[in-house]
């Protein structure tokens, strides 16, 4: 018995897909627009406002938000997403992108607790200090007060 346990041990893992940064930041925004299980068109033209402006895909961004549509509603947990963001990505970039899950989270006019639930999880897994965290979700409200 103890052999069978050891053996299942030694088989190799398979690697999946390899998830690309854009598709882990896209399925990350997702994710957000998602949390409340409603899917606002503010929200869904905030995802892909701000895919367009952080690639280079043009009019491929359709096809970016479908794939990560589908990524999300198979994922087991966001770890996948933010590994590869934590491998990529300088503070700076995670705080962009902080900055874009808020106001994801935001565009609607309204904060879902499971939004901001989702979004302080995603944080806390980018090894975001929680006052980045603070001053991300204070930047966007400023934002939105302003215009």
Same mark, same amino acid.
């Given at each position: 018995m103890l052999k069978a346990l050891k053996s299942l041990f030694s088989l190799p893992v398979e690697?999946?897909?390899q998830i690309s940064y854009q598709k882990a930041v896209a399925a990350l925004l997702m994710e957000v627009m998602l949390a409340d299980n409603e899917i606002n068109e503010q929200e869904e033209g905030q995802v892909k406002r701000f895919l367009r402006e952080v690639s280079e895909l043009g009019d491929d961004i $359709? *096809? =970016?938000y479908e794939e990560a549509r589908s990524g999300v509603d198979q994922a087991? $947990? =966001?770890?996948q997403f933010t590994?590869? *963001?934590n491998e990529t990505a300088t503070l700076e970039q995670k705080m962009l992108l902080l900055k874009a899950l808020w106001r994801v989270a935001l565009a609607d006019g309204d904060l879902d607790s499971y939004e901001d639930h989702r979004i302080r999880t995603i944080s806390e897994l980018l090894f975001m200090p929680h006052s980045e965290f603070i001053q991300?979700? =204070?930047?966007?409200?400023n934002e939105m007060k302003a215009v």
């Open positions: 690697q999946g897909e $359709d *096809i =970016l087991n $947990d =966001l770890y590994k590869v *963001i991300a979700k =204070l930047f966007v409200l």
